[in-house]
């Protein structure tokens, strides 16, 4: 059993940056996609970006592009989340998750079977 683990997470102001990291202990090629996830407080779980294993594509929901950047080092089992001009609406619970399903919707979380234990962001002044 695949476990994922994030780390990075804190307050930061508005404006600022932070970057999530999600270390797998294996990474499998029967991986379809690893992604990011967000939940903030009342609300759904939504997908943020992810990335597809087998040629590294990339994809992002609309609120985040051009803020946030999706990176993977395969040698160290980890994916990244680069997060930048941070907004108070970005403040969530952060998840990382991996599917070994091939998806219609790469940013849909009900498709991703494994996640991590999640990791606070909170932008606040």
């Known amino acids: 059993q695949v476990q994922l683990v994030e780390s990075g997470g804190g307050l930061v102001q508005p404006g600022g940056s932070l970057r999530l990291s999600c270390a797998a202990s294996e990474f499998t090629p029967d991986f379809y996609s690893i992604g990011w996830f967000r939940q903030a407080p009342g609300k759904g779980r939504e997908g943020v970006s992810c990335i597809r294993n087998s040629d590294g594509t990339t994809y992002y929901t609309d609120s985040v592009k051009g803020r946030f950047t999706i990176s993977r080092d395969t040698a160290k089992n980890t994916v990244y989340l680069q997060m930048n001009s941070l907004k108070p609406e970005d403040t969530a619970v952060y998840y990382c998750?991996?599917?070994?399903?091939?998806?219609?919707?790469?940013?849909?979380?009900?498709?991703?079977?494994?996640w991590g234990q999640g990791t606070q962001v909170t932008v606040s002044s």
């Open positions: 998750a991996a599917s070994s399903i091939r998806l219609l919707s790469i940013l849909f979380p009900g498709g991703y079977m494994t």
